[in-house]
């Protein structure tokens, strides 16, 4: 079965500082990632996904995460956070492939940044 | 163009009481998924519509719980008897083919808080 793990249910910076988002994922097969972003009272919307080509993946908002196997890792990163990217972020792995996709989500992790 | 809405932003209820939420997915979107998140918690997978056809209903939850999409674009999740457990948002995503790295589309959810 495959899962997703968010250490952190709660992340702080300040403006301007490093963003780090921990995701790590159990698959028994090769996994397509996705971070989601959900911003308050509104729907998940995709800031980028890993789906087996480069490994390190750029996404929207300056934001990207590094697939690494070997870890079973995908965390997210941005290296300046913004007072705008405050908002509750997910991980999510996809059903195996060949399959219909439903996505399997970590518990999100809420970003909040100081001024 | 549109993304996916859903209809009514919030329905509160009281325990017992049948409820009907309703989902209107991006044009041309042939597949469609709902989730259900509770409180802390990240989304978890309910059913998953291909077509008109329910290909995935592995996480409804009991047989209370009910989906159609008779047309293949909206999508009406039906639920009878509410109990308190069934408070959460409830959340529509579509994608333009369904598979396992297709991008899903979210809307803002609906929000069930039964008493």
């Known amino acids: 079965a495959q899962s997703v793990t968010q250490l952190g249910s709660h992340v702080s910076v300040s403006e301007g500082a490093l963003v780090l988002l921990r995701c790590n994922y159990s698959s028994s097969v090769p996994p397509y990632l996705f971070w989601y972003v959900q911003y308050p009272n509104q729907g998940l919307q995709l800031l980028l996904k890993?789906?087996?080509?480069?490994?390190l993946v750029k996404g929207i908002n300056g934001f990207e995460a590094e697939f690494k196997k070997s870890e079973t890792s995908f965390h997210l990163t941005k290296p300046s956070a913004h007072m705008s990217d405050a908002a509750e972020y997910f991980c999510?792995?996809?059903?195996?492939?060949?399959?219909?996709?439903?996505?399997?989500f970590g518990k999100g992790t809420k970003l909040s940044v100081k001024p | 163009g549109a993304g996916v809405s859903q209809t009514p932003s919030n329905k509160v209820t009281e325990k017992g009481k049948y409820v009907e939420l309703r989902c209107d997915p991006i044009s041309g979107h042939t597949a469609l998924y709902w989730y259900r998140q509770s409180l802390g918690q990240g989304p978890e997978f309910l059913i998953y519509?291909?077509?008109?056809?329910?290909?995935?209903d592995s996480g409804l939850p009991n047989d209370r719980f009910f989906a159609v999409r008779p047309e293949g674009s909206v999508s009406t999740l039906k639920i009878q008897r509410t109990e308190r457990g069934d408070s959460a948002v409830y959340l529509c995503?579509?994608?333009?083919?369904?598979?396992?790295?297709?991008?899903?589309?979210f809307g803002p959810g609906t929000r069930l808080t039964v008493l």
């Open positions: 519509f291909q077509g008109t056809g329910a290909a995935d």
């Open positions: 995503a579509s994608s333009l083919v369904g598979t396992s790295v297709d991008t899903q589309y």
């Open positions: 890993y789906t087996s080509a480069a490994t």
């Open positions: 999510a792995v996809s059903a195996p492939r060949g399959s219909q996709g439903n996505l399997i």
